[in-house]
């Protein structure tokens, strides 16, 4: 019978490949790999070290965050769903770049759970793998992660500038899923409050069903199992600098939910449709 949509979370490459006929052929298709979320060919080969496999269907890809791009979503035949640091790191500035209220020169400090690096992300056998994880953390990625562009990539398309200045750290923490991530930048109005920035982000996010601003700086556990990003932002007025903090649920928003949430757009069902589950808590 004939296909109406089809997930992909092969690895890296091996996505391209297996989506592209489908694609091809009028098929919809998000893609859960990193290979069609940078526009440019060369940017992905450089990121991934890996010849991309279907140059051709970039131009068409849009960039699964329905926060910046649900209408495109909609109309479009091939989605790049968002990598989880990503996601909860565009959410956490995106109004602030689309505002102009900070510098091009950003610093995203991020934390994740063992599940965030996928099922070849540690070692050994399972014994092995639980001893290197638990009660240790570590940072990775420090010349140069695969997120990095996409994060330049987005910011940048917000300010209409080719690419943000992003220095992007990813570090694993002991426990099993979720994202939180730190997000660092100088405010150029110097009139900028607390109160302001924080009016700013709400009205923003004023209509989105799964985006909330809050009072407190949120926990990984409030999103646990939930399609939720939760995205604090304050001003520290001694440096004049912007800090937001930002949660996800990387194998939800970060991954499984936001795909479903782009299905939903693209076929014009209601976009919360599966997505309303409460957080396991705890």
Do not use: W
């Amino acid at each position: 019978g004939s296909v109406d949509v089809a997930f992909s979370a092969l690895p890296s490459g091996a996505s391209a490949a297996a989506l592209a006929p489908l694609v091809d052929n009028g098929v919809k298709g998000i893609d859960i790999a990193a290979d069609f979320r940078l526009h440019d060919a060369d940017v992905f080969n450089r990121a991934y070290s890996v010849e991309h496999p279907a140059p051709h269907l970039l131009e068409k890809a849009v960039y699964g965050l329905p926060e910046i791009h649900r209408e495109a979503i909609k109309s479009t035949n091939l989605v790049a769903n968002p990598g989880c640091f990503p996601e909860a790191a565009i959410l956490a500035l995106a109004p602030a770049v689309r505002a102009g209220l900070v510098t091009d020169d950003i610093i995203v400090d991020a934390k994740s759970g063992i599940s965030g690096a996928g099922r070849g992300g540690l070692t050994g056998n399972t014994l092995d793998q639980f001893a290197e994880a638990n009660e240790n953390a570590l940072a990775y990625g420090l010349d140069g992660h695969g997120h990095q562009p996409e994060i330049a990539q987005e910011l940048g398309e917000l300010r209409e500038a080719a690419a943000a200045r992003v220095t992007f750290i990813p570090h694993r923490i002991p426990m099993t899923r979720g994202i939180l991530s730190t997000c660092y930048a100088t405010i150029l109005d110097p009139g900028a409050t607390k109160e302001s920035v924080r009016e700013m982000y709400r009205d923003f996010y004023s209509d989105e069903p799964f985006v909330r601003v809050t009072d407190l700086p949120p926990q990984t556990k409030h999103t646990t199992g939930t399609n939720m990003c939760l995205v604090y932002p304050t001003v520290d007025t001694h440096t004049g600098r912007l800090v937001v903090v930002s949660c996800i649920d990387n194998l939800v928003k970060g991954a499984a939910g936001q795909a479903i949430q782009n299905m939903n757009l693209m076929f014009g069902i209601p976009e919360t449709t599966g997505l309303e589950g409460l957080p396991l808590y705890p």
